[in-house]
C-alpha cells in the first residue's frame, strides 16, 4: 500500500522517517448517516507528542503516559478525548503537559499503541469540540 503526501503533513508527521514494513493505524471515516458514540475528530494531526513511560498493569493492558508540546496541554482535560496515532481515547490524569492513557488488550492488539517505548514520537490530534469553543471565544475577543 502507498499514500501521496504532501509537504503539510511530512512538516508536521513522523512519516517523513517511516521505514518500509512499519504499520501505522488506518480507519475508514464515518459516514454521516452512522450513528456516533465517541469522540469528535477528524485524522488531522494537531501536533506531535512523545511517550515518557509505559506501565504494565497486570491485566494485560497498559498505562502509556506522554508528554505534549507546549501549548497543546490547554486540551488535555480529565475524561477528555485525544486522538494518539489515529485512535481515539480518553484522558486520564492531566498535569501540566503530562497525562496518560489506559489501554485494553483489544486496543493494543488492533494498534500500534501496542509498540509504544519511551521516547517513541506519536501524533495527536485534539477533540474538536473543545478546538472549535477555543475559537469562537478567540473570534470574541
Known amino acids: 500500500m502507498s499514500f501521496d503526501l504532501s509537504a503539510e503533513t511530512l512538516d508536521r508527521t513522523w512519516l517523513a522517517q517511516l521505514q518500509p514494513l512499519r504499520r501505522v493505524n488506518l480507519e475508514r471515516a464515518a459516514r454521516l448517516d452512522t450513528r456516533l458514540g465517541g469522540h469528535l475528530v477528524s485524522g488531522h494531526v494537531d501536533a506531535l507528542g512523545t511517550v ?4 504494565e498493569r497486570g491485566d494485560g493492558g497498559v498505562e ?3 508528554e505534549v508540546p507546549v501549548g497543546f496541554e490547554r486540551y488535555l482535560i480529565e475524561k477528555g478525548s ?3 496515532d489515529g485512535v481515539s481515547l480518553t484522558v486520564v490524569a492531566p498535569r501540566g ?3 496518560h492513557v489506559a489501554l485494553i488488550p483489544e486496543t493494543l492488539r488492533r494498534t500500534t499503541l501496542g509498540e509504544c ?3 517513541t514520537r506519536v501524533h495527536l490530534e485534539a477533540d474538536q469540540i473543545g478546538k472549535w469553543i477555543e475559537r469562537l471565544l478567540e473570534a470574541r475577543r
Open 97 to 99: 503537559r503530562r497525562f
Open 82 to 84: 485525544i486522538t494518539i
Open 64 to 66: 502509556t503516559h506522554f
Open 52 to 55: 515518557v513511560d509505559v506501565v
Open 117 to 119: 517505548r519511551a521516547g
